[in-house]
């Protein structure tokens, strides 16, 4: 039943029953009460590799994840900060390499301005993911929030996938407390200069489909030149807003003093990978100090 999708939408313990110790792939449960129903046999399929879930969900989740699984999606969901950090812990827990989708998860009230009880719980669930080894996972975020990155700050996560320039913005804050964060994926438009500060552990960030403008990557390649070690840049599919050089006299010389700014670099321990290049890339890299150049078609050449 690997080929098999189960989507359950008014489930029962009976039913749930049926499908225990079963080869099912994938499985999407589209309220809270199927997935409380859900949770007793889980952990007993033996083939599980994603798991959908919409719904609203408060305290602790209890859900027992099998050892086969490689997603969990999280469609539209209204949960927990304590919800949403055990879940992190489960999958945590896990061996390998897997994926948790934040599709559209709105948190519920942060629990640190509820009392005293409330404050002691937040204290203690922070110390509980501080302490996960979530150098295995990938964070893929599409509509996310301040309150959402918070519950990311300080923790171990390796790989974070920000789908939209707001997530970007809203991840901005926390981005460099992530501790073991070695890959950054970004998608979405961008103006103006880069405000993302880069943890030290970085290794790659890669832009996969991207609009922005010259003063945006200018700033970001001076953030990765910061970085004391060998950092790749992966450009998939780049697309440049109106280019500065003809848009009158203030900004030429905005340009201009980016330029001066982007020579003046130590750039030898950056590789640019580009697979969709353009003249005004061509123009922003010319004179740099890079010391490895990836080009992936003849065109980008």
Known sequence: MTHMTIL????????????????????????AESASYASKILYTFKNLTKLHLWGTFSGRCSLQLPVTMQCISLQKVECSAEWLCSLLSALSSLDHSLLCELLDVVLQPYEYSCGDDSQTNAS????????????????????GSVELFEILRDTSLGILDLKTADCASSASKILYNIKQLTTLHLWGTYNERCTLKLPATLQCISLQKVECSAECLCSMLIALSLLAHSVQCEMYDVVFQSFEYSCGRESQTHVSDLRSEILALDMTHM????????????????????????LKNAECG
Request: charged fraction near 25%; proline fraction near 0%.
């Open 8 to 31: 359950v939408e008014n489930g029962s313990v009976d039913l749930f029953e049926i499908l225990r110790d079963t080869g099912i792939g994938i499985m999407s449960l589209s309220n």
């Open 124 to 143: 203690d669930l922070r110390s509980e993911i501080l302490s996960l080894d979530m150098r295995h996972m990938t964070m893929s975020v599409i509509n």
């Open 271 to 294: 590789t640019i990978l580009v697979e969709n290049g353009s003249v005004e890339l061509s123009e922003i890299l010319r004179d740099t100090s890079i010391r490895i150049l990836d």
